[in-house]
């Protein structure tokens, strides 16, 4: 993983990285026809050979090779493909980059819950 800090033209300060997700997280099929790929070693008509564990990954559907994700506070912003030699951009196509990103909501997970005050 790579990982950038640069300033847009407002002067903001941004950390981009790239986010590559493990690879039985990607779904290997087809997207032209929605079929699944044919294994090298043996045809998908031999039964159902995947396994298991957990729930379906919850990866937005276009983003299966990974995203460009830049950080500014609370802003979070994903870019999907990931343009390639993005690590060696100047600042300037960072920032491009930066402005043709996708807003990401901010994550639940990640927030403490609110305590009650006595």
Same mark, same amino acid.
């Given at each position: 993983?790579?990982?950038?800090?640069?300033?847009?033209a407002e002067g903001n300060e941004w950390q981009a990285f790239d986010v590559v997700p493990r690879a039985n997280e990607r779904r290997r099929y087809d997207r032209r026809s929605g079929a699944l790929l044919i294994e090298e070693d043996g045809d998908r008509r031999d039964g159902d050979r995947r @396994?298991?564990?957990?729930? =379906? +990954?919850?990866?937005?559907?276009?983003?299966?090779?990974?995203?460009?994700?830049?950080?500014?506070?609370?802003?979070r912003r994903r870019l999907s493909p990931i343009p390639s030699d993005w690590s060696h951009a100047t600042d300037e196509q960072?920032?491009?980059?930066?402005?043709?990103?996708?807003? @990401?909501?901010?994550?639940? =997970? +990640?927030?403490?819950?609110?305590?009650?005050?006595p």
């Open positions: 993983m790579a990982f950038r800090t640069f300033s847009d @396994v298991t564990v957990g729930g =379906r +990954s919850s990866l937005t559907p276009g983003i299966h090779d990974g995203w460009l994700c830049f950080e500014h506070g609370d802003d960072l920032a491009g980059f930066l402005r043709a990103a996708s807003r @990401v909501r901010p994550s639940t =997970r +990640s927030a403490p819950a609110a305590q009650p005050e």
